[in-house]
């Protein structure tokens, strides 16, 4: 499996997770001049910008390791263009989760959310 193929894997696993536990996914690989959101959903009235980590090992750092903070500021960014893009006001209150995935073998793997991950301010 490539790294594509590992990504589009755990992303999917993922959206299917965050449905289970009650979130509507709105949209997935939202994407602008200025980069991509992965997930995008509601959760009861709050707009959540899911960022996914998957890996296979932790060889180059967790997966948490890799939301920096100039990724967070990237992805702050972003959910601003897709509020404007979407139509959504202001006053929209928005939260930026993270779901690492650790693969352990072809069907086995340790998804963890981490809710409201970081505030942008």
């Known amino acids: 499996m490539d790294q594509s193929e590992i990504g ?3 992303e999917a696993a993922a959206a299917a997770y ?4 009650g979130m509507q996914v ?3 690989n939202w994407r602008n001049g200025r980069g991509e959101i992965d997930i995008v959903a509601l959760d009861g009235e ?3 910008i899911c960022e996914v980590k998957t890996r296979t090992t932790d060889s180059r750092g967790t ?3 890799a939301v920096s903070p100039a990724k967070q500021r990237q992805l702050a960014r972003l959910a601003q263009a897709y509020a404007a893009s979407a139509g959504i006001g202001e006053t929209c209150n928005i939260r930026f989760d993270v779901v690492t995935v ?3 073998a ?6 963890r959310h ?8």
């Open 8 to 10: 589009t894997r755990g």
């Open 18 to 21: 965050l449905e289970r536990v």
């Open 26 to 28: 709105v949209d997935r």
């Open 46 to 48: 709050e707009l959540v």
């Open 63 to 65: 997966p948490e390791d």
């Open 102 to 104: 650790r693969v352990l």
């Open 106 to 111: 072809a069907d086995r793997a340790l998804l």
């Open 114 to 121: 981490h809710r409201a991950a970081f505030v942008v301010g």
